[in-house]
């Protein structure tokens, strides 16, 4: 798993850049999914998801900030895989990030990235004990894995959870890869300059602009720009960084797949890699995650299993991070606890998906920063100060099926204290890209209606109400 990464920067995705030949490799021999997403886009709940197969409300972690509604560690109550496939007999290991305020549950080996971690001589936890590793984050994540699995026996089955913090910002590359691209200049986005015309939360979301919140982050920008001209400098920079430090995390994903090859484990051995979450790459003007737009809750899901798997499948249903705990528990054979809310892609991998399979994935975010005004934002400067960066980000759910998306925002009121509904809704076939809100049409008030419906539903189904 990566953090922040995207379909818009994978091969088999149909991306030419950057190049990601040993991530491809495990899509040519399964299964891409072109229709994943996951149920809360951001870091620490969406990881807990993985772990549990339940949504946010029902691990307990909701957000990465400190809060009320959010709590520091998964539910005692929901188990996670790992613990389960220890149960059953397997060793288990985790590496690289893990962004959970506990020490991993269900591990017999695990050396972490404390909160967000650093890409350079990085502090890691192992199990239990802080140390520094000299080098290049992504590279020591690919040696800690290769040492759990040098450690396993030859018969002995096994999980490895295998976590980068790239591409997350800021999209440090290691030096061999430091003036990969610098030819190349990266073709924006059509939605780049999006004016947020009849989508009113949307507007209020400045700070995710990536020409505002990353110019900090380059102390080399050249003075005396154009505005025009800063902001495509900002977005080159922003964008070949990225592709240069998803070269490493490749270049890592790849000495695994040889592993596996190399050790006669590859065709037993089921391979899962996906994204914590998307990531806006100057879509609508924004850099970061959260809202219920396709760039940030679209991630990139491919699996393969040799023994099972149809080979270089392309699966068209709605599956959602919720369902990787169940297909790693039902190819292993051990049973799924009730508490999962997801389904195993187990059949979907074999290219014979149920009748019943969902028709539509269901999105809850719960950080509630919309609302703060500049006087809280500076408030935030000062020490102690525990709230999360302004995203200026809302509560907000919704319902996406394969043609439309609705989306209910959450949490404002008027001077009164009175709600303030709003909503949006998008026809994805006439308008992929999200910019034309049809709520008010009349045309569109039956399909509205329905989903509504669906989404209540879908709230009782998965208990979130």
Not at 122 to 140: L, V
Not at 151 to 160: A, K, N, T
Not at 211 to 220: K, T
Not at 384 to 408: D, M, N, V
Request: proline fraction near 7%; include cysteine; charged fraction near 30%.
């Amino acid at each position: 798993m990566t953090d922040d990464h995207t379909v818009q920067e994978m091969g088999c995705y149909g991306s030419a850049m950057p190049p990601t030949p040993h991530l491809d490799r495990i899509a040519a021999g399964g299964t891409r999914f072109d229709n994943a997403f996951c149920t809360n886009a951001l870091c620490a709940p969406s990881r807990a998801t993985v772990l549990t197969g339940a949504f946010s409300h029902i691990h307990g972690i909701r957000g990465n900030s400190e809060g009320a509604d959010n709590v520091e560690e998964l539910s005692a109550d929901v188990p996670t895989f790992p613990e389960l496939l220890r149960d059953a007999g397997y060793r288990t290991g985790l590496v690289g990030k893990y962004h959970i305020r506990q020490a991993p549950r269900g591990f017999d080996y695990w050396c972490i990235h404390p909160g967000q971690g650093e890409y350079f001589d990085p502090e890691f936890i192992d199990n239990g004990q802080r140390r520094r590793i000299q080098g290049y984050a992504t590279d020591i994540t690919g040696d800690l894995a290769l040492e759990f699995l040098n450690g396993v026996d030859d018969d002995e089955p096994f999980c490895l959870v295998y976590q980068f913090k790239a591409p997350h910002r800021p999209f440090q590359p290691a030096p061999r890869h430091a003036g990969l691209f610098e030819e190349i200049e990266p073709t924006q986005p059509a939605t780049i300059d999006d004016d947020y015309e009849g989508r009113r939360i949307a507007g209020l979301a400045q700070d995710m602009q990536f020409d505002v919140s990353l110019a900090p982050d380059y102390d080399d920008l050249p003075e005396g720009m154009t505005d025009e001209a800063r902001r495509d400098w900002i977005y080159g920079r922003f964008i070949r960084d990225r592709w240069r430090t998803m070269v490493g995390v490749d270049e890592n994903v790849g000495r695994v797949l040889d592993w596996l090859d190399e050790n006669s484990r590859a065709d037993d051995t089921l391979v899962i890699y996906t994204s914590d979450h998307g990531y806006f790459l100057g879509e609508h003007g924004w850099y970061d995650k959260r809202f219920m737009y396709d760039p940030a809750i679209r991630i990139p899901f491919v699996a393969r299993c040799p023994t099972e798997s149809a080979v270089g499948h392309v699966a068209s249903e709605m599956v959602m991070n919720v369902d990787v705990a169940p297909t790693i528990l039902d190819f292993a054979g051990v049973e799924i606890p009730p508490t999962v809310q997801g389904r195993s892609l187990r059949p979907l991998m074999a290219a014979s998906a149920p009748d019943d399979w969902r028709q539509e994935v269901y999105y809850a975010y719960y950080e509630d920063s919309w609302r703060l005004r500049d006087t809280d934002i500076d408030q935030m400067a000062e020490p102690g100060f525990k709230y999360f960066t302004p995203h200026r980000i809302g509560p907000h759910r919704g319902i996406r099926t394969a043609s439309h998306k609705l989306i209910e925002y959450l949490g404002e009121v008027d001077d009164a204290g009175r709600p303030l509904p709003y909503w949006e809704f998008f026809d994805l076939v006439a308008d992929p890209d999200e910019l034309d809100n049809r709520y008010d049409d009349p045309d569109c008030a039956q399909t509205i209606a329905d989903l509504r419906q669906r989404l209540r539903e879908l709230q009782v189904e998965y208990g979130d109400r």
